[in-house]
């Protein structure tokens, strides 16, 4: 197994500013709007971005939701592994909001497409804009791109893109690991 740093806790630091910057460019105030983390790794980028919002950006009032998907994936009869759900936290009307769902690596699509039918118990948004740290290039199986993108990777089958973040994982950085 080898592996390769593909982006430095600086340059992960840089990109998330920018990405916090470009949602202030779309939803202003953050009044009509609603952050939701897809869990579990989701939900590290999107309490980050949320820092970054109330702190250096002064955002008040913030709404920031988690969502499990686990029982809403295809694969969830296939797999002969049991699934450990997560927790969904959305503790705010979804109906007529404008939603934003952060993934730290968009790859197959199939994650959000689970995402987008789950987040239908909670009610009908406005609208709903996808926004991931990692966005791998070429692995799509379903139309779904991001709305706003960290950085875009070429990753070949046998790669996996690791986000490490300090809180979980002792230090903020992507790695390209060849197994
Ligand atoms: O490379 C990948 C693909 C899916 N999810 C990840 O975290 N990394």
């Not at 939803?27 to 109330?54: M, V």
């Not at 199986?141 to 990777?153: A, E, F, K, M, S």
Request: hydrophobic share 40%.
């Amino acid at each position: 197994m080898s592996q390769k740093i593909l982006l430095s806790a600086k340059e992960v630091n840089i990109i998330l500013h920018r990405l916090a910057c470009q949602l202030i460019e779309n939803h202003l105030d953050f009044s009509e709007t609603i952050l939701i983390g897809i869990q579990p790794r989701g939900s590290f980028l999107a309490k980050r971005l949320a820092t970054i919002l109330e702190n250096d950006y002064k955002i008040s009032n913030l709404k920031l939701g988690f969502l499990d998907i686990t029982f809403f994936r295809d694969d969830f009869r296939r797999s002969d592994k049991p699934f450990e759900a997560n927790k969904t936290e959305i503790d705010f009307i979804v109906e007529d909001k404008k939603v934003v769902f952060i993934d730290d690596v968009l790859y197959t699509g199939r994650s959000i497409r689970s995402a987008l039918t789950a987040i239908q118990s909670f009610g009908r948004p406005s609208e709903i804009e996808l926004l991931t740290l990692i966005d791998r290039r070429f692995s799509r199986h379903l139309p779904i791109q991001p709305d706003y993108r960290g950085r875009q990777v070429d990753a070949i089958n046998n790669e996996k893109v690791l986000v490490k973040w300090l809180e979980n994982d002792g230090e903020d950085a992507v790695l390209l690991i060849e197994k």
